[in-house]
């Protein structure tokens, strides 16, 4: 068993503050979202590097959930499914009516011309749609989305929660005497709620990620490590509806590999919700899904 570090925040920090320093955040409308795209800034090329491989970002939610609706992926397991959990006043409750989806597009790439070594961009988008069925009530307040057709016909046509997270990852092989090990890098993590439901309020908004295995810097091993954070956010934890909430994990430009098969690679979000009487948590976890690491 490899030495894990523990550096997940909830309400209180467990284990070591080893090595990061800190995660920055940011707010942003899925508006300016679509304008300016964040592979632009987290994916620069040095001058002793190429790059090999660009393709046009897709940022439009409508155009990635249809992508995710047809398992439209690159380089990522196809049967992916993002995990969600649901209580109920306390309680776990079945999540089986919430629908998730998940598209996975590859960015860009570069080469380092003195070592060979490529590194490629992803970007993972999961989403979650709650339908109002799940809150055991006829009401038509929540609102149809007729820009999302769904095409499951046992599912719901009106919804009353949407989450969206978002992973920008690099990925960039070593190789030990001839054997290759594919590293994660977690570069950026958005996390975004969208209200649809009049008679639904939400609080306790939490945002984060874990990045698990043993970290290599440089195709060089530096052990084992559980590396994340899990903070209220935005700090008062009530999100505003169709913002993204943004996470820059400092991750000291350390890559992780696989040690061992369950090791985790996640963005992570939840939100208590309300509706009359009730109060029901909603957790939703984008695992990575990409085909060079064991889920």
């Known amino acids: 068993m490899y030495r894990k570090l523990w550096l997940l925040v909830t309400s209180c920090l467990l284990g070591i503050a080893l090595l990061i320093t800190s995660t920055s955040f940011a707010a942003e409308s899925s508006t300016n979202r679509a ?17 090999v491989f660009e393709t046009e970002e897709i940022t439009d939610a409508v155009k990635l959930l249809e992508m995710g609706k047809k398992m439209e992926n690159e380089g990522s397991r196809r049967n992916t499914v993002a995990e969600v959990k649901l209580s109920k006043n306390g309680k776990e409750v079945s999540a089986d009516k919430v629908k998730t989806y ?14 060979g070594q490529v590194s490629t961009l ?12 799940i809150f055991g009530s006829s ?26 997270n978002t992973i920008y990852y690099t990925k960039k092989d070593c190789y030990e005497h001839g054997v290759k090990s594919t590293g994660f890098r977690f570069d950026k993590i958005g996390g975004e709620w969208e209200l649809l ?6 609080d306790n908004s ?16 530096q052990g084992g490590y559980l ?5 209220q956010v935005p700090s008062n934890g009530v999100p505003s509806s169709g913002v993204e909430y943004e996470m820059f994990p400092d991750t000291q430009g350390y890559f992780f590999h696989p040690a061992m098969k369950g090791d985790n690679q996640w963005g992570r979000q ?14 939703f976890i984008n695992t990575l899904s990409d085909n060079d690491w064991p889920g």
Not at 271 to 281: F, S, V
């Open 270 to 283: 939840k939100i208590d919700l309300h509706r009359g009487t009730e109060d029901w948590t909603f957790e």
């Open 35 to 51: 304008n300016e795209k964040a592979s632009d800034k987290i994916f620069e090329v040095a001058e002793d590097e190429l790059l």
């Open 227 to 231: 590396w994340g954070k899990y903070e």
């Open 122 to 133: 992803y970007r993972q988008d999961s989403f979650a749609l709650i339908p109002r069925s």
């Open 139 to 164: 009401t038509t307040d929540s609102v149809s989305i007729s820009s999302l057709p769904d095409p499951n016909s046992d599912y719901d046509s009106t919804y009353s929660v949407m989450a969206t």
């Open 197 to 202: 439901d009049s008679q639904v309020s939400w």
């Open 206 to 221: 939490y945002i984060g990620y874990t990045q698990e295995g043993t970290a290599y810097d440089d195709c060089e091993e």
């Open 102 to 115: 998940v598209t996975n597009q590859k960015l860009k790439a570069k080469k380092n011309l003195i070592n």
